[in-house]
């Protein structure tokens, strides 16, 4: 049986199986996951411990099959499903190159000015009473709760702010409308006017921040 899971790291190859076991058939026992991947029901049984320890699996009730106990079912979790193949990143960069081809550049910078307006009032309200080492922190905090593993460090010209993730990456191959976007919010959160040193979509590791010279 050929394994759909895109990355699994830390599984082993039976536990892959029945993740991917599961996902074809939305929910099973024990006894049927054994069966159908051939494995021993207790070895099963450990796989789907260890596997609900990582957040994978979870009980979805109970079947009756004859005498005895009933059997448990199981099936995946959110975090499981997040393992499989998944387009969206792609379909969104063909929507993207799709608007700007026909004329609607300026539909995508106000639904990104949306998108940041959205966020805007409450990360403006944690920052407004620091400042200095703190307000960039607490910045760095704000962005890494939007998906882009943000950091602080020191270096010669003054502390730097670094992005080294981008969650948009496939819409930024396509324009650099959330980069404008990103760099605005940055710069209000902080209060300042920003440089960036160093740019994903140019190659390096991270984006990076500074405030500029005045």
């Known amino acids: 049986m050929a394994i759909s899971l895109t990355i699994a790291p830390g599984l082993g190859e039976s536990q892959r199986a029945i993740l991917d076991a599961l996902k074809?058939?939305?929910?099973?026992?024990?006894?049927?996951?054994?069966?159908?991947?051939?494995?021993?029901?207790?070895?099963?049984?450990?796989h789907l411990r260890a596997l609900g320890a990582h957040g994978l699996v979870r009980r979805a009730g109970s079947v009756r099959g004859g005498r005895g106990r009933p059997e448990l079912v199981h099936g995946l979790t959110p975090a499981a499903e997040a393992l499989f193949p998944r387009r969206e990143g792609e379909a969104l960069r063909q929507l993207v190159a799709y608007l700007r081809e026909n004329g609607h550049e300026r539909l995508l910078e106000r639904f990104f000015e949306r998108l940041v307006g959205e966020r805007r009032e409450e990360a403006l309200a944690r920052v407004a009473p620091l400042a200095g080492r703190e307000r960039l922190e607490e910045v760095a905090r704000i962005l890494t709760e939007l998906g882009f593993m943000a950091e602080v460090e020191g270096a010669v010209d003054g502390p730097r702010l670094r992005l080294c993730h981008c969650p948009l990456r496939e819409l930024v191959d396509e324009t650099a409308i959330p980069c404008r976007a990103e760099i605005g919010f940055v710069a209000e959160l902080l209060g300042e006017t920003l440089a960036r040193v160093s740019y994903i979509p140019a190659g390096d590791p991270s984006c990076s921040y500074r405030e500029a010279a005045a």
């Open 24 to 46: 074809r058939r939305g929910e099973a026992t024990t006894a049927g996951l054994a069966a159908e991947l051939g494995l021993n029901a207790e070895t099963v049984r450990d």
